[in-house]
Antibody
Framework: QLQLQESGPGLVKPSETLSLTCTVSGGSISSTGYYWVWIRQPPGKGLEWIAGIYYTGSSFYNPSLKSRVTISVDTSKNHFSLKLNSVTAADTAMYYC???????????WGQGTLVNVSS | DIQMTQSPSTLSASVGDRVTITCRASQTISSWLAWYLQKPGKAPKLLIYKASSLESGVPSRFSGSGSGTEFTLTISSLQPDDFATYYCQQYNSYPYTFGQGTKLEIK
């Protein structure tokens, strides 16, 4: 059974870089056809897709965040990562990772990790 | 970006009720629509994909319909475990977008 687990600091200072990792277990991140994505949800608010990546490194971003986001993949560690720079309080959110493929919605999801941007 | 609009934002109902949530897309998305259920502190759980296909393990009281720009999620007989927030999501084109959510509350 495929499982995803987010990890990273729970507190980031304003103007700094948020860095998160999603570790995949029970399956290979190099599985053909599957993409790996990040989604976030500010407290009490809705869901926003951030970025996605294929195991080859091909990546795609939400235009609303593209200038600040970098997504990467490490197939040797079976994980993928997110960096969001120049964070502000508006970036405080639960960050989720998930899997998708063409014609398939996000499933499964990790349990999420809460990142608070505060000095 | 494709905008997804859910209604209502909040819905009060009782155990055993039949409820319907609507999701409208700002442009046609064919049947590339998913429904998720989210409970507090938990990740969203996939219920329905391709507008009307039930995800494995999801009770048959959940059903989805629609195509193009208008979609519905129906719960035929509410159970206590169903009180949560529901989100629709289009996966027709990136950036994939979600509705704002519908909170289903106990009346």
């Amino acid at each position: 059974q495929l499982q995803l687990q987010e990890s990273g600091p729970g507190l980031v200072k304003p103007s700094e870089t948020l860095s998160l990792t999603c570790t995949v277990s029970g399956g290979s991140i190099s599985s053909t056809g599957y993409y790996w994505v990040w989604i976030r949800q500010p407290p009490g608010k809705g869901l926003e897709w951030i970025a996605g990546i294929y195991y080859t490194g091909s990546s795609f971003y939400n235009p609303s965040l593209k200038s600040r986001v970098t997504i990467s993949v490490d197939t040797s560690k079976n994980h993928f990562s997110l960096k969001l720079n120049s964070v502000t309080a508006a970036d405080t959110a639960m960050y989720y990772c998930a899997r998708t493929k063409l014609g398939v919605p996000f499933d499964p999801w990790g349990q999420g990790t809460l990142v608070n941007v505060s000095s | 970006d494709i905008q997804m609009t859910q209604s209502p934002s909040t819905l009060s109902a009782s155990v055993g009720d039949r409820v319907t949530i609507t999701c409208r897309a700002s442009q046609t998305i064919s049947s590339w629509l998913a429904w998720y259920l989210q409970k507090p502190g938990k990740a969203p759980k996939l219920l329905i994909y391709k507008a009307s296909s039930l995800e494995s393990g999801v009770p048959s009281r959940f059903s989805g319909s629609g195509s193009g720009t208008e979609f519905t999620l129906t719960i035929s007989s509410l159970q206590p475990d169903d009180f949560a927030t529901y989100y629709c999501q289009q996966y027709n084109s990136y950036p994939y977008t979600f509705g704002q959510g519908t909170k289903l509350e106990i009346k």
